[in-house]
């Protein structure tokens, strides 16, 4: 079998994997919040934690939003993971940053509201949906720089 033949579905794994990893997050929390705003608003992550209900009233227009909002931003995601064409990519990458990174630093100004623990678990995984899409960028950009910029699959 050809070796670069071989090779081809391993460098997809990465990048497919990654966009899809990534896309969870908005598509479970998008759903949960759109369909069941008040029980996304009084049980987020998990019943007993109250994250959302913690910083401020109820109000049902802005949590839909928020779910309407992450399930588009899943939408995107998901249509670059499976089509993975490079500019796709980079784009749902790039959009989900200007998503993920003011929402990851509002929550490093309102550690007081919360627990250690709810802000390790918090931050922990705010800053992991931060890094995930610079690293798939650097990977991106790193393959385009050696096979053009067609598509992630060369």
Do not use: C
């Amino acid at each position: 079998m050809d070796s670069k033949r071989e090779r081809g579905p391993v460098r997809q794994r990465l990048p497919r994997g990654g966009l899809l990893f990534l896309a969870a997050t908005p598509l479970l929390g998008g759903l949960w919040a759109l369909l069941a705003p008040r029980a996304f608003y009084e049980g987020f992550p998990l019943p007993g934690r109250d994250w959302v209900s913690t910083l401020g009233p109820y109000n049902e227009h802005l949590v839909r939003d928020y779910g309407a909002l992450n399930l588009a931003l899943a939408v995107l995601l998901v249509a670059a993971a499976i089509l993975l064409e490079l500019r796709l990519a980079q784009v749902a990458l790039v959009t989900w940053l200007v998503f993920e990174v003011p929402h990851f630093v509002l929550h490093l100004g309102q550690t007081h509201h919360f627990s250690a623990r709810s802000n390790w678990e918090q931050l922990g995984g705010l800053g992991l949906l931060v890094v995930l899409p610079l690293l798939l960028l650097f990977f991106a950009a790193s393959h385009e720089a050696k096979g053009g910029p067609d598509d992630v699959e060369r």
